[in-house]
């Protein structure tokens, strides 16, 4: 097993390592707890892909649910639940102390989409709720046979607000599907998600979805990380915008990103038969 990052040693409910040069596995560690999402979680995984974000010794980053016998049971409603119960003393209170909050939640999760390195979402197990939030915002996606997935905040009685209903329809392609797991909550495996496109590939046991992710993670690292943070960058801008939008912008964005070093250093390397090495961000 790999050491914990010295720069991310601090962080309890996750374990980040670096199995391979240029490459972080970000584990989530709260396997007592079923690797539940408490109060402490959020504020870590935001802080964790914030400072990913401006790491150089990092180019792509795997997800897992570490040593937890599942990914992750979604919101931790043990610590949640007083809060999610309301105030019956004043309402409009209640609401001005609720919405900062749930704006800070989805921060941690646009963190890990926002992050200039690729992530890589490697599920086994349960993936309920609040995973579905985390996973769809990470750009690639594995499962295990076994995994299971469920849109579960219906079942508590409120409308997924950490991202899910704005990234799953966009990530699958089928508002039809989409819609009837958002309102029914029911619980589909990793056949179901692979057919509409929520993951891309199977593998067949937790250590091999983990390797199956490390595998890619390292087959990107060894690109130039000008050229993967640019595309990753576009592709969540094209996104979002029209086809002459994101025409435009790549444009204004290539005519200053074409002037890096990286390329001559690529080209290089092809006419001689090398691999290219690159440097740090």
Known sequence: MSSIVPAYAQYSTFRVTSPAEYVYHVAINRPK????MNVLFWKECR????QIRTDNDVRAVVLSGGDCKLFTAGLDLTEFGPILSGDSQDPARYALKLQPMILDMQASFTAIETCLKPVIAAIHGACIGGGIDMITACDIRYSTPTALFSIKEVDIGLAADIGTLQRFPKVVGNASWARELAYTGRQFGAEE???????SRICETREAVVEGALQTAKEIARKS???VTGTKHILNHARDHSVEESLRYVALW????????DIPIAVTATLAKKTPVYPKL
Do not use: V, W
């Not at 707890?33 to 539940?36: A, F, G």
């Not at 998600?193 to 993951?199: E, Q, R, S, T």
């Open 254 to 261: 290539n005519s200053a990103m074409l002037n890096t070093q």
């Open 225 to 227: 990380p000008i050229a």
């Open 47 to 50: 802080e964790i892909f914030n």
């Open 33 to 36: 707890q079923l690797n539940s």
């Open 193 to 199: 998600a692979l057919k509409f496109g929520l993951i």
